[in-house]
T-cell receptor
Framework: GENVEQHPSTLSVQEGDSAVIKCTYS??????FPWYKQELGKRPQLIID?????GEKKDQRIAVTLNKTAKHFSLHITETQPEDSAVYFC??????????FGGGTRVLVKP | GAGVSQSPSNKVTEKGKDVELRCDPI?????LYWYRQSLGQGLEFLIY????????KSGLPSDRFSAERTGGSVSTLTIQRTQQEDSAVYLC????????????FGPGTRLTVL
C-alpha cells in the first residue's frame, strides 16, 4: 500500500521561530493531503488540508505546500507559540477513501 | 452539534478475552473509519464503511478483528482472543462521504491487554 515518510520525528523550536515538517509519498494518484494536530491525550484534529489541484494554502500562521512532481508536501508554522506544542501528522488519500498517515512529528515550542 | 463519540474510553482486559468497542459517528455522516494508534506511533488504518457498500477491510491485522456497522450509523469493532500486542488506542472517525471530506475523530478507546 501507500507509504508516507514524515520528517523530522521531533522538532524543538524557540517561541516565535518557524517550524517546517515535510512528508514524502510515492503514489502519484494521491489527491488529498490533510494535516492533523494531536495534543497529549486528545483526539487528532484537522488543522489544514490541500487538494492536488492547488500548490499552496494558507490559514493565518499555518500554511501547506504541495509539490506533486517531487511528491512531497510540507506544513509551515510561523511565529510559533507554546500552544503549538503537539504531535502533527500528515496524511494522504490515494485509491479509495482511507487515509494513510505519516509517523508523526512531535513539536516542542520553548518559551 | 455532537461530535464522534466512542465507548468505553478505557478498557482493560485479560489476554484471550473478547472485547467490543463502540463508535457513534456524527449524524448524517455516511463514511466511518477505524484506526489504531500504538503508543507514540502514527495512525494505522483498520477498516472503512461507506453507506451500504461492502466495507474496505484491507487494514485489519488478523481474522481476530472484525467490525460491523448497523443501520448505517453505530459501528462496533470486535477483537477476539485479545493479545498483548492489541494494546493501543482505537480511534473512530466519520465524514460526509466524499473523497476529500474532512474526517472527524472520536476521543478513542484505550485498550490494555494484560
Amino acid at each position: 500500500g501507500e507509504n508516507v515518510e514524515q520528517h523530522p520525528s521531533t522538532l524543538s523550536v524557540q517561541e516565535g521561530d518557524s517550524a517546517v515538517i515535510k512528508c514524502t509519498y510515492s503514489d502519484s494518484a494521491s489527491n488529498y493531503f490533510p494535516w492533523y494536530k494531536q495534543e497529549l491525550g486528545k483526539r487528532p484534529q484537522l488543522i489544514i488540508d490541500i487538494r492536488s489541484n492547488v500548490g499552496e494554502k494558507k490559514d493565518q500562521r499555518i500554511a501547506v505546500t504541495l509539490n506533486k512532481t517531487a511528491k512531497h508536501f510540507s506544513l509551515h508554522i510561523t511565529e510559533t507559540q507554546p500552544e503549538d506544542s503537539a504531535v502533527y501528522f500528515c496524511a494522504l488519500r490515494a485509491a479509495g477513501n482511507k487515509l494513510t498517515f505519516g509517523g508523526g512529528t512531535r513539536v516542542l515550542v520553548k518559551p | 452539534g455532537a461530535g464522534v463519540s466512542q465507548s468505553p474510553s478505557n478498557k482493560v482486559t485479560e489476554k484471550g478475552k473478547d472485547v467490543e468497542l463502540r463508535c457513534d459517528p456524527i449524524s448524517g455522516h455516511t463514511a466511518l473509519y477505524w484506526y489504531r494508534q500504538s503508543l507514540g506511533q502514527g495512525l494505522e488504518f483498520l477498516i472503512y464503511f461507506q453507506g451500504n457498500s461492502a466495507p474496505d477491510k484491507s487494514g485489519l491485522p488478523s481474522d481476530r478483528f472484525s467490525a460491523e456497522r448497523t443501520g448505517g450509523s453505530v459501528s462496533t469493532l470486535t477483537i477476539q482472543r485479545t493479545q498483548q500486542e492489541d494494546s493501543a488506542v482505537y480511534l473512530c472517525a466519520s465524514s460526509l462521504g466524499g473523497k476529500t471530506d474532512t474526517q472527524y475523530f472520536g476521543p478513542g478507546t484505550r485498550l490494555t491487554v494484560l
